[in-house]
Protein backbone atom coordinates (compact mmCIF):
# COMPACT_ATOMS: atom_id res chain seq x y z
CA UNK A 1 0.00 0.00 0.00
CA UNK A 2 1.26 3.03 -1.22
CA UNK A 3 1.04 5.93 2.03
CA UNK A 4 0.31 9.49 1.14
CA UNK A 5 4.35 10.27 1.75
CA UNK A 6 5.28 7.93 -0.85
CA UNK A 7 2.15 9.76 -3.20
CA UNK A 8 4.25 13.33 -2.63
CA UNK A 9 7.58 11.97 -3.07
CA UNK A 10 6.66 10.22 -6.48
CA UNK A 11 4.55 13.31 -7.47
CA UNK A 12 7.78 15.80 -7.23
CA UNK A 13 9.65 13.08 -8.30
CA UNK A 14 11.97 13.16 -5.52
CA UNK A 15 13.81 9.68 -5.49
CA UNK A 16 13.56 7.44 -2.37
CA UNK A 17 14.55 3.99 -0.80
CA UNK A 18 12.01 2.18 0.73
CA UNK A 19 12.78 0.21 4.24
CA UNK A 20 9.95 -2.01 6.49
CA UNK A 21 10.59 -3.72 9.38
CA UNK A 22 8.19 -4.80 11.74
CA UNK A 23 7.23 -2.54 14.62
CA UNK A 24 6.45 -4.33 17.94
CA UNK A 25 6.65 -1.07 20.26
CA UNK A 26 4.72 1.44 21.45
CA UNK A 27 7.41 4.38 22.21
CA UNK A 28 10.83 5.18 20.87
CA UNK A 29 9.81 4.52 17.59
CA UNK A 30 12.21 5.76 15.68
CA UNK A 31 15.11 4.29 17.99
CA UNK A 32 13.47 1.29 17.50
CA UNK A 33 13.59 1.34 13.30
CA UNK A 34 17.46 1.73 13.82
CA UNK A 35 17.57 -1.08 15.58
CA UNK A 36 15.60 -3.34 13.41
CA UNK A 37 17.22 -1.98 10.61
CA UNK A 38 20.70 -2.44 11.83
CA UNK A 39 21.08 1.33 11.27
CA UNK A 40 23.30 3.37 12.95
CA UNK A 41 20.67 6.44 15.42
CA UNK A 42 22.65 9.19 13.85
CA UNK A 43 20.81 8.19 10.14
CA UNK A 44 17.20 7.73 11.51
CA UNK A 45 15.36 11.30 11.81
CA UNK A 46 12.44 11.32 13.59
CA UNK A 47 9.23 13.83 12.91
CA UNK A 48 7.96 15.67 15.93
CA UNK A 49 5.28 18.47 15.41
CA UNK A 50 5.68 21.81 17.27
CA UNK A 51 3.56 24.79 17.54
CA UNK A 52 3.92 28.19 18.15
CA UNK A 53 0.20 29.12 18.74
CA UNK A 54 -3.13 27.15 17.70
CA UNK A 55 -2.09 28.35 13.77
CA UNK A 56 1.57 27.86 13.60
CA UNK A 57 3.18 24.52 13.33
CA UNK A 58 6.22 23.40 12.75
CA UNK A 59 7.48 20.22 11.86
CA UNK A 60 11.27 18.93 13.24
CA UNK A 61 13.40 15.97 11.70
CA UNK A 62 15.91 15.38 14.02
CA UNK A 63 17.97 12.09 15.10
CA UNK A 64 16.24 9.89 16.80
CA UNK A 65 19.24 9.87 19.74
CA UNK A 66 18.91 13.48 20.37
CA UNK A 67 16.51 16.10 21.90
CA UNK A 68 15.15 19.14 20.17
CA UNK A 69 15.76 22.70 21.50
CA UNK A 70 13.01 24.50 21.62
CA UNK A 71 14.71 28.15 22.14
CA UNK A 72 17.36 27.27 19.28
CA UNK A 73 13.86 26.11 17.11
CA UNK A 74 12.10 28.86 17.58
CA UNK A 75 15.32 31.49 17.14
CA UNK A 76 15.60 29.86 13.41
CA UNK A 77 12.00 30.29 12.73
CA UNK A 78 11.93 33.98 14.46
CA UNK A 79 9.32 32.48 16.79
CA UNK A 80 9.38 33.88 20.36
CA UNK A 81 8.61 30.48 21.48
CA UNK A 82 7.72 26.96 20.69
CA UNK A 83 6.09 23.68 22.26
CA UNK A 84 5.32 20.00 21.17
CA UNK A 85 2.12 19.60 19.67
CA UNK A 86 0.22 16.96 22.16
CA UNK A 87 -0.35 13.64 19.85
CA UNK A 88 -4.36 14.35 19.39
CA UNK A 89 -3.59 17.62 17.52
CA UNK A 90 -0.49 16.22 15.75
CA UNK A 91 -2.38 13.09 14.22
CA UNK A 92 -5.31 15.64 13.07
CA UNK A 93 -2.80 17.98 10.96
CA UNK A 94 -0.50 15.63 9.86
CA UNK A 95 -3.29 12.90 9.08
CA UNK A 96 -0.78 9.97 10.20
CA UNK A 97 -0.69 8.00 13.63
CA UNK A 98 2.56 8.84 16.61
CA UNK A 99 5.23 6.86 15.17
CA UNK A 100 4.29 7.02 11.48
CA UNK A 101 4.43 10.63 11.28
CA UNK A 102 6.40 11.13 8.09
CA UNK A 103 7.54 14.93 6.86
CA UNK A 104 5.94 14.46 3.73
CA UNK A 105 2.67 14.08 2.57
CA UNK A 106 0.67 15.66 5.29
CA UNK A 107 -2.72 16.33 5.90
CA UNK A 108 -1.95 20.38 6.35
CA UNK A 109 1.13 22.33 5.23
CA UNK A 110 3.46 23.47 7.72
CA UNK A 111 7.07 25.06 8.35
CA UNK A 112 9.83 22.55 7.76
CA UNK A 113 13.20 22.60 10.10
CA UNK A 114 15.95 19.88 9.52
CA UNK A 115 18.32 19.71 11.77
CA UNK A 116 21.63 20.04 10.50
CA UNK A 117 23.69 16.99 11.08
CA UNK A 118 21.43 15.19 8.28
CA UNK A 119 24.27 16.89 6.16
CA UNK A 120 26.59 14.79 7.21
CA UNK A 121 25.14 11.52 5.35
CA UNK A 122 24.28 10.96 1.89
CA UNK A 123 20.60 9.63 2.82
CA UNK A 124 18.84 9.78 6.13
CA UNK A 125 15.66 7.68 6.94
CA UNK A 126 12.25 9.09 7.95
CA UNK A 127 8.85 7.91 8.44
CA UNK A 128 7.28 6.68 5.50
CA UNK A 129 4.27 7.58 6.88
CA UNK A 130 2.83 4.45 9.07
CA UNK A 131 4.51 2.54 11.43
CA UNK A 132 7.05 -0.10 10.19
CA UNK A 133 8.03 1.86 7.49
CA UNK A 134 10.69 4.03 6.52
CA UNK A 135 12.30 6.34 3.53
CA UNK A 136 15.63 6.69 2.61
CA UNK A 137 16.20 9.83 1.29
CA UNK A 138 18.65 12.73 0.63
CA UNK A 139 18.53 15.27 3.01
CA UNK A 140 19.14 18.15 0.50
CA UNK A 141 15.89 16.79 -1.43
CA UNK A 142 13.88 16.87 1.85
CA UNK A 143 15.19 20.40 1.77
CA UNK A 144 14.32 21.60 -1.19
CA UNK A 145 10.97 19.71 -1.74
CA UNK A 146 9.53 20.91 1.43
CA UNK A 147 10.95 24.26 1.49
CA UNK A 148 12.85 23.48 4.63
CA UNK A 149 14.93 25.79 6.88
CA UNK A 150 18.37 24.05 8.29
CA UNK A 151 20.22 25.04 11.52
CA UNK A 152 20.83 23.31 14.74
CA UNK A 153 18.03 22.78 16.63
CA UNK A 154 19.20 19.61 18.98
CA UNK A 155 19.53 20.13 23.05
CA UNK A 156 23.55 19.82 23.41
CA UNK A 157 24.02 19.32 27.14
CA UNK A 158 27.09 20.53 29.11
CA UNK A 159 29.10 18.26 30.72
CA UNK A 160 31.11 19.01 33.84
CA UNK A 161 34.82 19.26 33.07
Request: proline share 4%.
Amino acid sequence: MITPAQNFLNKNKIPYQTYEYNCNTRHDFGKFAAAALGIAEERVFKTILLQHDKKTFVTCVVPVNGLISMKNTARLLGLKSVEITDPGTAMRVTGYVIGGISPFGQKRSTLTVLDESAFKFEEILVSGGRRGFSLGIKPQDLVTVLNARTGDIMEHSQLPE
